[in-house]
């Protein structure tokens, strides 16, 4: 006769393993009895719980990309890890983008029947999205404050629990804070040691090869816009067209140079550097060893469209649903999210180096160009 094991472990169920009896008892909001929600009700709490759920994944692979880019040198492999982690997260913003559609199918009247019982609670306390903003960089002196004119307060105090102290939210994202470098910070470390031509930024002639190149590009760049201004002013209607199309190249020529002339308080050689790097990378994509830190910088670039997508398609949900009353936590509401739409921007330079972009067969020829070929050792 057979005898099982006394610690032989017990075998596994789906519902064990996602403990789906956990996650259906926790849609019950203040009542802590969700019989006596409305189904309008239970699907706000739930898309928000759905939202929240998506936002730690977001975190765990925001983290694993920043801590790939730590190192004091990154392998060329391990950016296929970082493009991974970026696509992931721009994969869940992209879907979660979708689940204000599911809000939208609540009218106005069914919101407000249970809305008064949020006040003054707000999705501006969301402390893993604060988390995430922090973790990709934004800056802190950035940050728009909300609630009603003349008693507003910082994003930290709104996370503060009742009566001012600390709570699970506030500490949440004080630990963040604390948790240095930031997504932003790391790739420009990392775009600041990226050898420009050839040229490693640590060798003794590296500013003058960074100027060198520089001033290659400025040329092409310069030649690119003025052919287009030449062919623009050749179709115009009259002079004073002319004159104005001549003022608009002439700025846009002028603000690529002061783009590559960053003041010192602005970080001077480094930022400039850092730029160059970006420039250089998608100037020449195609060259073997470009291949991944070009898609890091694709994979940013199509991260922060999608957050900008989400803000803009969570104002839209609400202007919708309770137009453009003031919000639960006494925010501006709908005009409060457009500003975040529009200002929270990170990456700010990697779109900028598309208006710098050119033709590739316009783009000066490299000097060491076999120097981002594949290797053998």
Request: charged share 30%; net charge neutral; proline share 4%.
């Amino acid at each position: 006769m057979l005898v099982p094991a006394m610690n032989a472990p017990r075998p596994a169920t789906y519902w064990d393993y996602i403990r789906v009896e956990d996650l259906l008892g926790l849609q019950s909001g203040l009542e802590h009895d969700e019989s006596k929600l409305s189904n309008d009700e239970v699907l706000f709490i739930t898309v928000h719980q759905v939202f929240e759920l998506w936002f730690k994944l977001m975190l765990r692979e925001l983290r694993t990309a920043r801590d790939l880019f730590t190192a004091d040198r990154v392998a060329e492999q391990q950016l296929s890890g970082v493009a991974r982690s970026l696509k992931r997260a721009t994969s869940i913003l992209r879907v979660s983008t979708q689940h204000w559609e599911v809000m939208e199918t609540m009218t106005t009247r069914e919101f407000l029947a249970f809305r008064e019982k949020l006040i003054p609670a707000s999705g501006f306390q969301s402390a893993q999205l604060r988390q995430i903003e922090i973790l990709i960089g934004l800056d802190e002196s950035e940050r728009i404050p909300m609630g009603p004119a003349g008693k507003e307060v910082g994003y930290l105090a709104a996370l503060k629990a009742a009566g001012g102290g600390a709570s699970p939210a506030y500490d949440r994202v004080k630990r963040e804070l604390a948790d240095k470098p930031s997504l932003k910070d790391a790739i420009h470390a990392w775009l600041a040691r990226t050898p420009i031509d050839g040229c490693d930024p640590k060798d003794k002639n590296a500013e003058q090869q960074l100027t060198q190149f520089l001033d290659k590009f400025l040329a092409a760049h310069g030649s690119e816009i003025d052919s287009g201004c030449e062919h623009a002013r050749s179709i115009a209607d009259s002079d004073a067209d002319r004159v104005a199309l001549q003022q608009r190249y002439d700025a846009e020529k002028a603000a690529v140079r002061a783009f590559f002339t960053p003041p010192d308080q602005a970080g001077g050689a480094r930022t400039r550097r850092i730029r160059a790097a970006m420039l250089f990378i998608e100037t020449y994509r195609e060259l073997p060893l470009l291949a991944w830190p070009r898609e890091v910088l694709d994979s940013l670039v199509e991260f922060e469209q999608y957050f900008v997508i989400f803000r803009q398609r969570h104002a839209r949900m609400v202007e919708r649903i309770i137009g453009r009353r003031t919000g639960t936590g006494g925010s501006a509401g709908v005009d409060y999210l457009d500003t975040t739409a529009l200002k929270y921007r990170i990456f700010r330079d990697l779109w900028a180096i598309r208006t710098l972009q050119i033709r590739r067969a316009a783009a000066p020829e490299l000097a060491n160009a076999a120097f981002y070929d594949f290797r053998n050792s």
